[in-house]
């Protein structure tokens, strides 16, 4: 049986499945989702791992140990037009993977090689009149999360030369920089607490143009020499961080009826922007200061391409917005809609704590690979062929199948100390069981004859001559 396996092996046609090293297992090629903002590229070779130029190849190849129901990929993200490798921020928040249908709620993932450019980070900051209610209530919150040594460091790290922050103010218009000037990049922590403390708690006025905002920001902002500049020049990735506290209302009769096609048209646009080729997509963050205002409902149509009266505001299409809707909180659906379409995170905060974790999270460190590693308690899904899922949010998804062999086992895997998952053993450990399983083969081969012709020279010496 054994050596029908391995002549198998050796007939079959195309790289894939292919073997992973060190076990009995073997994987094809995953298959990414088409049409995604992005693609998932698992490694399922070390030749692919080395066409990556990834260095650290044992890290890199896939690994899996049917006595511990252990599975370990590795993958990167990349640009779906041109296939280069793109530095992202994944975190378990945005990741998720499936074993066959069952979704693996406990998995580690392990980030490899930080980004060596640099960020660009666009802060768009709502300064209309609500913002300043209540003695400054509000703005004091963002004041707060803005000037804490971790965001500030977060944004601008000691010692770095290759990130920037745009200051940007809005209400009814187009942004300008938070000092009412043209917008500009800050390198430096002085000049951040500066422009903070001089000009954030100013008040300001006018309607919310949230939805001309987040277009501006994302296309003609980037556009400006001294911006785009700074993005090539550092080779950095533009970061839009967008907060407010209420809803798009442009004019006084606005309803929330009335956004349903703005929106349409921001979304439209920030998907396109996303399509593009090129590595220095915008990547928009919403955040929004305060309490949803459709309290118990969960907003649908998120997903869809269509923004409708009903996923954008459900039973309150007719409510006026200006001193009206407002009250009720701020538009939570909105912000999912534009950080969906901008390929971001939407947040809901109301605490300067909470904000500044949203603040450093947007900032997070972009890698270049990563390794998911979890386990299957029941080791009977790796006596059969299985399928693994990786799910980036609503940017990318790709698949893979195993197949474990249904005879062999290679050495159990080892766990050293009080580590977490099992390693490999070495390949002497595996050829010394194929050494041992082959010597058996060859001395089976040979005790039959051995024995046959043994006894017939016994025989033949005992029997009597006959006379010639």
Known sequence: MIAWFLLALGCQEGAYPAPILGTTYRIDKDVPKQGGEVTLDIFTTDAECANAKIDDIAACRPQVDRAAGEVRLSFDVRDPGNGQTLYQ???????????????????????????????????????????????????????????????????????????????????????????????????????????????????????????????????ELLKMPEIANFIGSANAEPTIVILTDGFNNEEHADTCGTNVPRLQILVDKLRELRRGTGSFKPRVFTVGLGKPYRRGNKPEGIKAKEVTPASLCGKYVDYVIDRGLEFEGIDHVSLEWIAEAGGGIPFTRDDSGGLAEVFKQAAAVRYRWYTIHYRVPDNFWHRQSFEVRLTFGERASTTVNLHPSAFLDAPTAERSGAGRWVTPRPLRDSVAVLIGTLSCLVLAAFVGPAAFNARRALFRRMRPRKPV
């Not at 703005?139 to 944004?155: G, H, T």
């Open 89 to 219: 921020s994944v975190d378990k928040n945005s990741l998720s993977i499936a074993h066959n249908t069952s979704k693996q709620g406990d998995f580690e993932l392990i980030p490899y090689e930080p980004q060596v450019g640099g960020q660009l980070f666009v802060l768009l900051l709502d300064k209309t009149l609500t913002m300043h209610e209540n003695n400054n209530a509000r703005i004091n919150k963002v004041y707060s999360a803005l000037m804490r040594k971790s965001v500030i460091e977060s944004f601008l790290p000691s010692g770095a030369s290759k990130s920037g922050v745009v200051l940007l103010k809005f209400n009814t218009g187009d942004p300008t920089g938070l000092d009412g000037g043209p917008p500009r990049v800050i390198t430096s922590q002085a000049d951040y607490k500066k422009m903070i403390q001089t000009h954030l708690l100013t008040p300001s006025g006018g309607y919310t143009h949230l939805y001309n905002a987040v277009r501006w920001s994302s296309d």
